[in-house]
């Protein structure tokens, strides 16, 4: 069956970087629009970035823009995030999710799959 399993959460200080991965199983993921949204304490599953089967085209949430960049390697069926100038606020939980399609979207309705998500804690 298909699986999402994120890995790089962690505790860093304000102004510091992680890199979070996403590796995929059992379906042909590298056909899929992916993204990452993140849930904060108190506060609905928002988006944060998604991209395209191809990495060709890629879409930021206006709070991310400029700080993370989503990428992908299909021959690894891996999807990544790198953040810098992490701020307290980007604390939250993340999820890597796939579309099931090939579109690349914002809205958490239009995605099929989900992982179980990984905990990020940015320091002040």
């Known amino acids: 069956q298909a699986q999402l399993v994120e890995s790089g959460g962690g505790l860093v200080q304000a102004g510091g970087s992680l890199r979070l991965s996403c590796a995929a199983s059992?379906?042909?993921?590298?056909?899929?629009?992916m993204g990452w949204f993140r849930q904060g304490p108190g506060k609905e599953r928002e988006f944060v970035a998604a991209?395209?089967?191809?990495?060709?085209?890629?879409y930021y949430a206006e709070s991310v823009k400029g700080r993370f960049t989503i990428s992908r390697d299909n021959a690894k069926n891996t999807v990544y995030l790198q953040m810098n100038s992490l701020k307290p606020e980007d604390t939250a939980v993340y999820y890597c999710a796939a579309t099931g399609q090939y579109i690349i979207a914002s809205v958490t309705s239009l995605y099929n799959y989900w992982g179980q998500g990984t905990q990020v804690t940015v320091s002040s």
């Open positions: 991209i395209s089967w191809s990495g060709g085209s890629t």
């Open positions: 059992g379906r042909t993921f590298s056909s899929y629009g």
